[in-house]
Antibody, heavy 118, light 107 residues
Framework: QVQLVQSGAEVKKPGASVKVSCKASGYTFSRFAIHWVRQAPGQRLEWMGWINAGKGHTKYSQKFQGRVTITRDTSAGTAYMELSSLRSEDTALYYC???????????WGQGTLVTVSS | SYELTQPPSVSVSPGQTARITCSGDALPKQYGYWYQQKPGQAPVLLIYKDTERPSGIPERFSGSSSGTTVTLTISGVQAEDEADYYCQSADSSATYVFGTGTKVTVL
């Protein structure tokens, strides 16, 4: 079964960092890019960046440039998204998703809730 | 930065047709994609490359493209189609973007 399984919910203080994992199964991890998308409560989907799971190349949204780092461990079939200098506005559900060969996001993780609160 | 604009809401009676538009300057050169999101769930792919429907998606969902606008059409709307809908595209530098989102209400 093709799926992405994300790590559990996190509560962080302002200024801290958070690292969310996304474990792939049921397909060859290195064949497809992994993207990260977040959704603040009641808000739209917001694209954050992506990683070429095979070569490790990354690209980030300008909005998060300098604060977000996406990495992967091919031996573990897992991608990671780290967001630093957290503020209350970063409270959101963070999703990983696979960009399939039809250039569409065909499978999604279950989402990881990150809450930033003092 | 690249933006995709959708109407905030669309209301439709059961059995009628709902049309959701998505406008963006790069759409004449880039494909549009559509996702459905129900409360508490991850998005689901409905339409890819403007008009293509993945297997398992009902035929009542269709997509079209004209100029700077892509459109999602839901024919014969059912109560279960009440959800948020997002368009998505990318620019030539592999930067991706989602639309502003449209809430579909089935009356």
């Amino acid at each position: 079964q093709v799926q992405l399984v994300q790590s559990g919910a996190e509560v962080k203080k302002p200024g801290a960092s958070v690292k969310v994992s996304c474990k792939a199964s049921g397909y060859t991890f290195s064949r497809f890019a992994i993207h990260w998308v977040r959704q603040a409560p009641g808000q739209r989907l917001e694209w954050m960046g992506w990683i070429n799971a095979g070569k490790g190349h990354t690209k980030y949204s300008q909005k998060f440039q300098g604060r977000v780092t996406i990495t992967r461990d091919t031996s573990a079939g897992t991608a990671y998204m780290e967001l630093s200098s957290l503020r209350s506005e970063d409270t959101a559900l963070y999703y990983c998703t696979r960009l399939y060969d039809i250039d569409a996001f065909d499978i999604w993780g279950q989402g990881t809730l990150v809450t930033v609160s003092s | 930065s690249y933006e995709l604009t959708q109407p905030p809401s669309v209301s439709v009676s059961p059995g009628q047709t709902a049309r959701i538009t998505c406008s963006g300057d790069a759409l004449p050169k880039q494909y549009g994609y559509w996702y459905q999101q129900k409360p508490g769930q991850a998005p689901v792919l409905l339409i890819y490359k403007d008009t293509e429907r993945p297997s398992g998606i009902p035929e009542r969902f269709s997509g079209s493209s004209s100029g700077t606008t892509v459109t999602l059409t839901i024919s014969g709307v059912q109560a279960e189609d009440e959800a948020d809908y997002y368009c998505q595209s990318a620019d030539s530098s592999a930067t991706y973007v989602f639309g502003t989102g449209t809430k579909v209400t089935v009356l």
